[in-house]
């Protein structure tokens, strides 16, 4: 007579191959890990999105606007150079593109983009230039955020 050691008479072994059945759970570890790469590429990639001449804007206290379409866009620089969403354009130029590009014509509203080093001038120019081509909502860009400090008064030497 034969002895058996497992106490079950030999269906031990059976039993441990039909008791094994297949994993149903997602393993969301990897998945978590792409989310983040994800996350991280587009947080980096998104401030490159926008395009535009770049110029130092005249720091305000006024609030964010909220958009909702693309902006026509004129970028006047320091030294005086003014630009048309991202091309290079001449004063007379202005007004013309941007009724082409605006679908509703003037009622569109144009963000003036100026450089707080730019001649006033030339942005007063702009300005009168849209104003005239019957643009009436003109928009002064500024960034938010504190105020930028006024320069100390210039003192007489005593």
Known sequence: ?????????????RRGRRGRTALSEINVTPMV???LVLLIIFMVSAPLLTVGVPVELPK???AAMDEQSAPLTVTIRRDGAIFVQDKPAALDEVAPRLI????????????V???????YAVVAQVMAKLSTSGFASINLVTDTGAGSAAPAPVRPAS
């Open 100 to 111: 082409a590009m605006s679908g509703d014509g003037p009622k569109k509203p144009v963000y």
């Open 113 to 119: 983009r100026a450089d707080g080093a730019a001649v």
């Open 33 to 35: 890990d792409v989310m």
């Open 60 to 62: 305000t206290d006024a």
């Open 1 to 13: 007579m034969a002895a058996s050691l497992s106490g079950s008479g030999g269906r031990g072994r």
